[in-house]
Structures are given as structure tokens and as C-alpha cells.
């Protein structure tokens, strides 16, 4: 028997809305306002020459996912890249390379909102800003 409570659906409206200001203020404190830039509930900001995009989205009636990913290479042929991917993963402190829409490699890094805490944020946006930074120009060259 489980031990943990069941994820019931649904939207926490107010918790959706405290999880973007906390994660607005923060990106505030990390960068200078013209680093950022904000399209509805999505801010990006470049990273060498990666571009890291920050969203707040809704998980389920107690939780929000606070996810820092970033695009890395398209067109990418996914039987050869996969072995790779899993390899880099197993290797990752946080965050996981994944094939999304059009044969495209994102990175990202999905952490719960709800108790989101400030370290735990500047952590995504380094690993995957650092990473994507690195990976993005070898992905594009490789495959």
C-alpha cells in the first residue's frame, strides 16, 4: 500500500499565480531588465549563444511545475541520437535532453512550484543555461 497522497487533477488558480510572481522576482534579482524577455507566461533570456525559456504551467490541484528548458538543435535523426541522449542523461546532475516536435532536442529541467525556494531555481537555470550553451553548437555540427 502507498504511503504518499494520489496527484488529483485539477488547477490551483492561486497557487499558479504565487509560483510566477516568486519565479518573476527572482529572474528580477538574477538579471538586469533587458536581459529578459517576457511573452505571456513565458521569459527567455541568451545564454552564450543558447536561448533558456522559463514557463510556470499548472500539474495538478496541489502543485505547478516550474520548467527551464531550452531548444538546442533541429532536424536531428532520433534512432541515432537516442543512445546518446540516454548517455548525457545518465550524466546530468539535473535536467534531461529529450527529442520533442520536428526532430528537435530540447533540454530541460521540471521542478515543483509550490515549495520552490530560491536556490533551487538559480540551479535549473545554471545547469540548463550551461549546458544548452555547450551542447547546442555539437548537436548542430554532429547530427
Known amino acids: 500500500m502507498h504511503k504518499f497522497p494520489v496527484l488529483k487533477d485539477g488547477v490551483n488558480e492561486k497557487l499558479l499565480a504565487e509560483a510566477r510572481a516568486k519565479v518573476d522576482r527572482w529572474l528580477g534579482e538574477f538579471f538586469d531588465d533587458g536581459d529578459l524577455t517576457r511573452v505571456d507566461d513565458l521569459v527567455q533570456f541568451e545564454f552564450g549563444s543558447a536561448t533558456i525559456q522559463v514557463t ?75 549546458y544548452a550553451d555547450q551542447y547546442d553548437d555539437i548537436l548542430k555540427e554532429y547530427y
Request: proline content about 4%.
Open 56 to 130: 510556470v504551467k499548472p500539474w495538478h490541484s496541489e502543485d505547478v511545475i516550474v520548467k527551464v528548458f531550452s531548444y538546442l538543435a533541429e532536424d536531428v535523426d532520433g534512432e541515432r541520437a537516442a543512445v546518446d541522449f540516454m548517455r548525457l542523461n545518465a550524466e546530468l546532475p539535473l535536467g534531461t535532453f529529450s527529442l520533442v516536435f520536428d526532430n528537435t532536442v530540447m533540454l530541460s529541467c521540471s521542478i515543483p512550484g509550490a515549495n520552490l525556494d530560491k536556490s533551487e531555481l538559480l540551479g535549473a537555470l545554471q545547469t540548463v543555461a550551461a
